[in-house]
């Protein structure tokens, strides 16, 4: 079992950057895919970026690739998100989760987050 806490929302204004943290607790965080999704109100919780248990593979959702950077330090059971040239329509609730498997679907999930927001103002 795997609990995850997301910090680094904050408002930043379009064209910044925002870094965001999952810690993890659980001496077996290296064995979890981490994912982020976000929600934005009104709208279905959605994949953003992954990173496979080493870190060797990452993988992003089209509207974010080459804007955002996601990666891990397994020694410190940290997995962050680098938001750059962030846009008003990424402002959502961000969230980690985890699981055993690579998976791009909420509902794979198998661990949470409680979220953290980022409003992007233009």
């Known amino acids: 079992q795997v609990q995850l806490v997301e910090s680094g929302g904050g408002l930043v204004q379009a064209g910044g950057s925002l870094r965001l943290s999952c810690a993890a607790s659980g001496r077996t965080f290296s064995v979890y895919v981490i994912d982020w999704f976000r929600q934005a109100p009104g709208k279905e919780r959605e994949f953003v970026a992954g990173i496979s248990r080493t870190g060797g593979y990452t993988y992003y959702a089209d509207s974010v690739k080459g804007r955002f950077t996601i990666s891990r330090d397994n020694a410190k059971n940290m997995v962050y998100l680098q938001m750059n040239s962030l846009k008003p329509e990424d402002t959502a609730v961000y969230y980690c989760?985890?699981?055993?498997?690579?998976?791009?679907?909420?509902?794979?999930?198998?661990?949470w987050g409680k979220g953290t927001l980022v409003t992007v103002s233009s």
């Open positions: 989760a985890a699981d055993l498997t690579i998976a791009t679907s909420a509902g794979a999930m198998d661990y």
